[in-house]
């Protein structure tokens, strides 16, 4: 088998030939690291490459295949660990100044189960610096870059995880979203990026135990793959007090049987809240047709999101002011701009803005429950533009025209439903005629995480170019 299949296959399939001695870990593990070689430095996806441990881990896990031990579901498997994650032994520093020359001496807990259940961790992705915006540049590692275009952003805050994903740097990538950094980068790299429920997967540590907002989570360039790899990490831990007990087989059943046959579907274009660029709109209305072929009822519908702009912003710097206030003090002059502005925006909130904040939050939730009565599943572009170039560090200046007051606001369309808490899915849409990728967003139901990835698979069997990749 040649080196960039193996490369690119997934993990789903990687995991039966590794049980069969088909596939050595060690062989997969090495063609990874020598196609990281190539591509990496074009790119900057990994910061942080551990090859030594990884191989060290690999021959652990070719051994064990020999002797017939009995094999976790990700045996052998590489995964990334995005560098917002703490790694025993592995150089973490969250993107920052700050963290440059850190090295945790315990796994965060999403690290651990991956371990526990026989994956092999390459090393870290980058990030922006806390993982504050959707382009991928810090000052320790500098920019990373779109495969389908080095010209352009991957996206952000899980940007080096999209991109290893899409140039066949590993199967599964972990990372994390806060208001799209899973399924922005997804979207604009061609893969699969799955914000689930807050607590359906703990996380430990966390300087916020009880924070609904930031989830960590699983990316892969299939809907199969995300859908294994959320069923190791998931379930409860005390650690994690919004952390609840799940069913992990109930993902693998879903894409195992995907359909949408009789669905009510809401194709819900901008929300209301953000323009959206033109081709992406028509890409993911075409999408959101595919549903209709599929078996689905479509009609053109979305909740009333009003107030969501100011629940995001406040929600936003209270939290930046929770996670990074005490640093200001020593470090303001060598921290990303705009995640200054976010904790200072927050140090500038009332109580009564915040008070106001969450009542609009309440309000919104209810209105969004009661849509949800009516539709089992809503969709919209995942992000409202193409990727754009790297060096507009806080995104778009403006859309069809119409200006964006902050680096967040073109982001609208996740972070909907990241204030609501709901699960959401990016999985590939389409090209533009410059042949960029483009995502569709796909909602469920409250904690109806099965039902967005049985919908999802559907969806991903139905397209053409599905196995499409970026060049080398």
Not at 30 to 58: F, G, H, I
Not at 141 to 156: D, E, K, S
Request: proline share 9%.
């Amino acid at each position: 088998m040649a080196d960039r299949d193996l490369c690119f296959m997934p993990a789903t399939k990687l995991v039966p030939l590794i049980a069969r001695g088909a596939v050595s870990p060690l062989d997969l593990v090495q063609a990874v690291l020598a196609r990281l070689e190539r591509v990496n430095p074009r790119l900057n996806a990994y910061c942080t490459v551990a090859a030594d441990p990884a191989l060290e881990a690999a021959k652990k896990a070719t051994a064990a295949a020999r002797r017939r031990a009995r094999l976790g579901p990700l045996h052998g498997v590489p995964v990334s660990i995005k560098d917002l994650t703490p790694t025993k032994g592995i150089r973490t520093t969250w993107g920052s100044k700050i963290f440059e020359h850190h090295v945790p001496d315990e796994d965060a807990l999403v690290v651990a189960r991956l371990k526990a259940a026989g994956a092999i961790v390459l090393g870290k992705t980058n990030t922006p610096e806390f993982g504050a915006g959707a382009n991928t540049f810090n000052e320790v590692f500098g920019v990373t870059r779109n495969p389908w275009n080095p010209a352009l952003t991957p996206g952000g805050s899980t940007g080096g995880g999209a991109v290893a994903l899409a140039t066949g740097l590993g199967p599964l990538a972990q990372g994390t979203d806060l208001g799209g950094s899973l399924r922005l980068p997804a979207a604009f790299c061609g893969v699969v990026g799955f914000r689930t429920s807050p607590g359906l997967v703990p996380v430990h540590p966390a300087p916020l135990a009880w924070d609904p907002w930031s989830v960590t989570g699983p990316m892969a360039r299939t809907v199969a793959d995300t859908a294994l790899m959320l069923s190791v990490i998931a379930g409860a831990d005390p650690r994690s007090p919004i952390s609840y007990a799940v069913s992990p087989r109930a993902f693998l059943d879903a894409v195992r049987r995907p359909s949408v046959r009789g669905l009510r579907v809401a194709w819900g274009g901008d929300l209301g809240v953000t323009p959206v660029d033109d081709e992406v709109r028509a890409l993911t209305r075409a999408a959101a047709d595919a549903f209709r072929r599929l078996g689905a009822r479509v009609e053109e519908a979305h909740p009333d999101f009003t107030g969501l702009r100011e629940i995001v912003l406040t929600s936003r710097g209270a939290s930046m002011v929770a996670r990074h206030e005490e640093k200001l003090e020593k470090w303001r002059g060598a921290m990303q701009e705009n995640l200054v502005k976010n904790i200072d925006h927050g140090l500038a909130l009332t109580p009564s803005q915040i008070g106001r904040a969450e009542r609009l939050r309440t309000e919104l939730w209810h209105r969004v429950r009661a849509f949800q009565e009516r539709y089992d599943l809503l969709l919209t572009p995942t992000a409202a533009v193409p990727p754009f170039p790297v060096e507009w560090r806080s995104g778009p200046k403006e859309i069809n025209g119409q200006p964006m007051p902050s680096y967040i606001d073109w982001a609208m369309l996740t972070y909907a439903f990241t204030v609501v808490g709901l699960p959401a899915i990016s999985v590939p849409a389409g090209f533009t005629k410059s042949g960029l990728p483009v995502g569709l967003q796909i909602v469920g139901r409250w904690r109806d995480e099965a039902g967005v990835l049985r919908a999802a698979a559907a969806f991903e069997a139905a397209q053409p170019w599905a196995d499409r990749r970026p060049p080398d």
